[in-house]
């Protein structure tokens, strides 16, 4: 995180909304307080947010609260949507990105699937916040491949150019 910071710091040419602050202990009480996981908290504690690029994004704490609408149930919908479950966190390519709030795991929908809500079930991104970050953001080919970035874009992505001066490019 130090290494993105200070790359964001010297890069002038990087949007500065890119990466978000941190949370303080009494605003993640209070948001534990009125529900939202743990393990979403003690990820803004360190980062409050992520806007990679315009098709992948990880909340902070007051967007996530903005989109919870996501974990409703839908109509016709096979997946089991529920806000007692999910807490969304996030959104890549128009499509959201939860928190399952009982094993902590991150999930999305199968990348076959274009409209999210047609699928017949949730993937296991990662096992928890800090590794879907560290393992699927913050590595440059992982989201090169989540973000859509083709070869010829790659030079004018700020995310993939903040992870090059970050020295996380591979």
């Known amino acids: 995180m130090d290494a993105l910071r200070a790359a964001l ?28 996981p743990r393990e979403f908290l003690d990820f803004c504690r360190v980062l409050d947010g992520a806007s990679c690029g315009p098709s992948v994004q990880l909340f902070g704490l007051d967007e996530a609260e903005e989109h919870q609408f996501y974990c409703e149930p839908v109509v016709d919908s096979p997946l089991d949507l529920s806000p007692h479950k999910l807490f969304c966190i996030g959104m890549t390519n128009q499509t ?3 928190l399952d709030r009982a094993s902590g795991a991150v999930l999305g929908i199968p990348a076959e699937h274009w409209e999210w ?4 079930r949730f993937d296991q991104l990662a096992p928890g916040v800090e590794a879907y970050f560290l393992e699927r953001l913050a590595t440059f080919d992982e989201y090169k491949r989540l973000a859509l970035v ?13 992870l090059r001066r970050a020295g996380l490019s591979g």
Do not use: H, R
């Not at 890119?18 to 303080?24: R, V």
């Not at 083709?150 to 903040?162: A, F, G, H, I, P």
């Open 9 to 36: 710091k010297e890069s002038p040419d990087v949007l500065s909304f890119t990466l978000g602050g941190t949370i303080d202990e009494e605003t993640a009480a209070a948001a534990e307080a009125d529900g939202v």
């Open 96 to 98: 959201p990105v939860f």
């Open 117 to 120: 809500v047609d699928a017949e």
């Open 150 to 162: 083709d070869d010829e874009l790659v030079e004018y992505d700020d995310w993939l150019k903040l």
